[in-house]
């Protein structure tokens, strides 16, 4: 229902967006915009681009006086490096960095010089998807739908929680490394800090929880229209991720059936679960229970301390040379899983509901089953299954 396609080099002029599918009737506001923007270029561990750019979205189609007209909205960011490198000599880059698309980038495009790769493989891409997220989270409040990122572990330091325990925005943005709670944030923050000093980088995992997002998203008919898995993909293609998670998924792997599965009973006459291990979905649809999904990244590949590498033009083997990078990018991620998740809800929400005007679109959203016993129209009598096969 909505799709969208980014265009942008790391250090070229600006990133460009555009957004097609985004209903009328909804207000698109660039500061709601921009809140993600600035999120994403702050937390501890980050490296000294970020003291050049200051994103800020412009939008140049699709919304007028603050409201979204059904046409493709376009969008831009401007990078504010481009300046200091539009009439550069660039000193050639010949040594790939393990971990990074330069080796397989070059060898695959046939470039001539490995900063090709990177100018378009580089993490600066992720601004404008977390544009195009965040206006969809955007859309996705006014339905009572919210998604909110934390950073669940940095390095070795995990912060442990039960799956049911409310995360508060405010505590998450008040921290300098993006977790909840005051002192693993402090601990999370020292090993970034020890990583940088020992000339090293960390990776640690984001947890995204949405809350307020009806049952019945997503279809276990068919594959590709399994919520879940539309969701893994996306948080899979963020660049330094290795994996995924749906709720409890790793370890309930590790348990039997009757200790893991979410058991239902009545309250009233809601269907509720007494636990959440399986992240709010069954059968790759939303049950109404909060949406968890973590996503799992790797530590940067572009380390202070050289390792091994080949010289691609001197065809010998060598080290590899120190490119600006950041020490750990988990704290300033967030946004960006918040934003593509939020994309991914709302795609799905409204290829359930239809509608060209958030009038419509309300109106089938208030339709939608909120599992409730009186909704089920089970028979309880014989019946038969017959197929023209023969
Ligand atoms: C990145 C390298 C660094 C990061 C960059 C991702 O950029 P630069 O090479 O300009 O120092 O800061 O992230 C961003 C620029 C951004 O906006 O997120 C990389 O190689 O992936």
Redo the contacts with the bound molecule.
């Keep these: 229902m909505i799709r969208y396609l980014t265009a942008g080099e790391?250090?070229g002029p600006e990133l460009t967006g555009i957004l097609e599918g985004i209903p009328a009737g909804f207000n698109i506001s660039k500061k709601y915009i921009d809140s993600f923007l600035q999120r994403?270029?702050k937390g501890v561990g980050?490296?000294?681009?970020?003291n050049i750019?200051q994103d800020e979205v412009l939008i140049s189609s699709g919304v007028v006086n603050g409201v979204s007209t059904g046409a493709p909205i376009a969008l831009r960011i401007l990078n504010k490096?481009w300046k200091n490198w539009k009439d550069k000599d660039i000193d050639p880059y010949v040594v790939p960095r393990p971990g990074?698309a330069d080796l397989v980038g070059t060898a695959k495009y046939n470039h001539e010089d490995i900063r090709l790769v990177?100018e378009r493989?580089?993490?600066?891409e992720?601004?404008m998807r977390t544009a195009i997220g965040a206006i969809a989270a955007e859309v996705l409040e006014e339905l009572g739908i919210e998604v909110i990122g934390y950073v669940s572990a940095i390095g070795g330091i995990t912060y442990q929680n039960n799956i049911k325990d409310k995360i508060e925005r405010d505590k998450v943005t008040e921290s300098d490394v993006g977790c909840p709670e005051a002192a693993t944030s402090k601990l999370m923050e020292e090993e970034i800090l020890s990583a940088r000093k020992n000339k090293d980088t960390l990776g640690g995992s984001i947890t995204c929880v949405a809350t307020g997002v009806p049952a019945t998203i997503g279809s276990f008919v068919h594959w590709d229209k399994k919520l879940d898995a539309i969701l893994a993909k996306q948080f899979m293609s963020v660049?330094s991720v290795k994996a995924v998670e749906i709720g409890k998924g790793v370890d309930i792997a590790k348990k039997f059936g009757t200790e893991v599965q979410d058991q239902y009973s009545l309250d009233g006459k809601k269907i509720t679960k007494i636990s959440n291990n399986l992240g709010g979905f069954e059968g790759g649809m939303t049950n109404g229970e909060e949406l968890h999904i973590t996503a799992y990244l790797k530590p940067i590949s572009?380390t202070l301390t050289p390792i091994s590498s080949i010289d691609l033009a001197e065809k010998i083997e060598t080290e590899t040379v120190y490119?600006?990078?950041?020490t750990c990018?988990v704290p300033r991620a967030i946004p960006i899983f918040e934003a593509i998740m939020a994309f991914e809800i709302l795609n799905n929400l409204l290829i359930k509901t239809g509608g060209d005007h958030k009038k419509e679109i309300t109106q089938s959203f208030n339709n939608i089953p909120k599992l409730e016993i009186n909704e089920f129209k089970i028979k309880n009598e014989l019946w038969s299954m017959k197929y023209d096969v023969e």
């Design positions: 790391s250090h994403r270029q980050s490296g000294g681009r970020m750019e490096d990074h990177l493989a580089s993490a600066r992720t601004a660049q572009t490119e600006r990078s950041d990018a």
